[in-house]
Structures are given as structure tokens and as C-alpha cells.
């Protein structure tokens, strides 16, 4: 019941969401240049009540921030594959991204935090390969991580799709722009930063996108409000093949 609740969700506005090429260069164009892209109305209202009553009839094992590891869940797995969601990371990635990882963050009144500025390094993996500019490694819920290169997070986009209203008093992710043009930046970099730039509050209606590229230094501050703001964010790579000999893992 699940799965179909979420079949009938996903293709009813297929044709509807589908970028016209000139919106799918802007996209694409304001990614490059920003390290982000916001799209309205990917999902309307009645297909994110089914998305939201599928994920909340399905295992997921939750943590105060939410469910990592979330690509395990079927449901999870068959909206990361949603063609409108494939069409925007392909656009930016190219013909043959996939998704790989999908995390659900839930800020809710009983279970409030925050997210320091930082970007997203670490990526899951088959196996552990020493390769320079790979590590330190880790291991999270019998999954292997490595903080990534350069070269390796250039081919990752992060699409989070907004199952509540963003707004400015419920913790919305900020970011600095174009800080994804410098690279992997060590913590004192990334304070220097903070204080140089103008930071963009990411305010993203239910039922759109936000598609972010990992090494954009980003933020989340604490609830000043009641209002839930739940997001699946959903990452994608150019290949699974992140690097001759190394093969990014489902998780």
C-alpha cells in the first residue's frame, strides 16, 4: 500500500515539472555559479501528504536530527529515482547520475538543534582504499566513509526536497554562496569565511527543492517557532564509480 500510495504521488505531474531547456540552463547556471538553485512546485500538495504518510508508516531509525542512511528505505529509494528529481540532477551531473545516499532531517517542537557552518566531505564507499587526498576514514552504522577530494565532491549535487514550509523562524539552511569554487576548506578557513560574506537564507516552500553542491559551506540555526520543517535530502553522483577503484555505497 505504501509504494502505491507513493507510485500514484510521483508521476501524476511528470510532464508538468519537467524543465523546459532555457529553465533547465538556468538551473544549471545558478548552480555553477552559486553552488545552489531553488525550484518551486516540484511536488504539490497532495502528492507530499502521500510522501509524508509513507515515510511515516515505514521503518526508519530516528535520531533527534531525523533518519540517516534513509536510500535503504524502499520508499525513500523509489522518490530519489523520481524522474523530475533524476531530470534536475542529470542536468547538472550529467545522462547517468544516480542517487546513492538520502538522509531525512526533522526539526520539530520536541526535537530542536542546530548545524555549525560547514560543507559535506565525507562520502559512504564499497571498500577502504588509501588514495591520496582520501581520509580520514571512518565507519557509521557498518557503513565505510572517507572524506572526499575536490575532484570526487565536484561530481556529487544534493537535492533536498521540503516536506514543510521553510521559513525564517524555523531554522532554515543558510549558506554562503559560491563558497564551492575554494575547494575542501579547513575550520579556520570556513570562520574566515563567515565573517567575509553575506550568508542567503534558503526559504523553500512545501513541495519544492533546494539542489546544493557539498562543498558550499552551509548552516542551520535552532526553531525560534513551532512550525515543523522536515527535508529529505537526497544526494546524487555523476557515476557510482567516484573514482577508478573506488565505488560509492547505498546508504
Known amino acids: 500500500m505504501l509504494l502505491r ?9 511528470e510532464r508538468r515539472s519537467r524543465p523546459k531547456p532555457e529553465r533547465e540552463q538556468q538551473f544549471d547556471s545558478q548552480v555553477r555559479a552559486d ?13 507530499i501528504d502521500s510522501i509524508s504518510q509513507a515515510l511515516n508508516s515505514t ?17 525513500v529509494a523509489e522518490l530519489a529515482r523520481a524522474r523530475r528529481l533524476l531530470h534536475l540532477a542529470r542536468s547538472v551531473l550529467g545522462p547517468d547520475a544516480l542517487p546513492y545516499r538520502a538522509t531525512l532531517f526533522e526539526k520539530l517542537p520536541t526535537s530542536n538543534w542546530l548545524v555549525v557552518w560547514h560543507q559535506d566531505t565525507a562520502l559512504p564507499l564499497c571498500q577502504r582504499a588509501e588514495r591520496a587526498g ?26 533536498r ?20 569554487r575554494h575547494g575542501v576548506l579547513s575550520d579556520e578557513a570556513i570562520s574566515s569565511l563567515t565573517r567575509e560574506s553575506e550568508p542567503v537564507e534558503c526559504l523553500v516552500p ?3 527543492v533546494l539542489a546544493m553542491r ?38
Do not use: C
Request: net charge positive; glycine share 8%.
Open 161 to 180: 526536497v521540503h516536506l514543510d514550509d521553510s521559513t525564517p523562524s524555523n531554522g532554515p539552511l543558510r549558506v554562503l554562496p559560491g563558497t564551492h
Open 214 to 251: 557539498p562543498l558550499l559551506v552551509h548552516a542551520s540555526s535552532k526553531s525560534r517557532s513551532g512550525a515543523w520543517r522536515r527535508v529529505l535530502h537526497i544526494e546524487y553522483a555523476a557515476s557510482m564509480q567516484i573514482e577508478a577503484g573506488l565505488e560509492l555505497a547505498l546508504a
Open 206 to 208: 512545501r513541495g519544492g
Open 5 to 13: 500510495l507513493a507510485e500514484r504521488a510521483l508521476p501524476a505531474t
Open 35 to 47: 553552488g545552489f538553485a531553488i525550484v518551486e512546485r516540484v511536488f504539490d500538495h497532495d502528492e
Open 134 to 159: 582520501w581520509g580520514p576514514w571512518s565507519v557509521k552504522d557498518g557503513v565505510i566513509y572517507a572524506h572526499a577530494p575536490m575532484s570526487a565532491l565536484n561530481r556529487v549535487l544534493a537535492i
Open 59 to 75: 521503518p526508519l531509525a530516528r535520531s533527534r536530527a531525523g533518519a540517516r542512511h534513509a536510500m535503504r528505505n524502499r520508499v
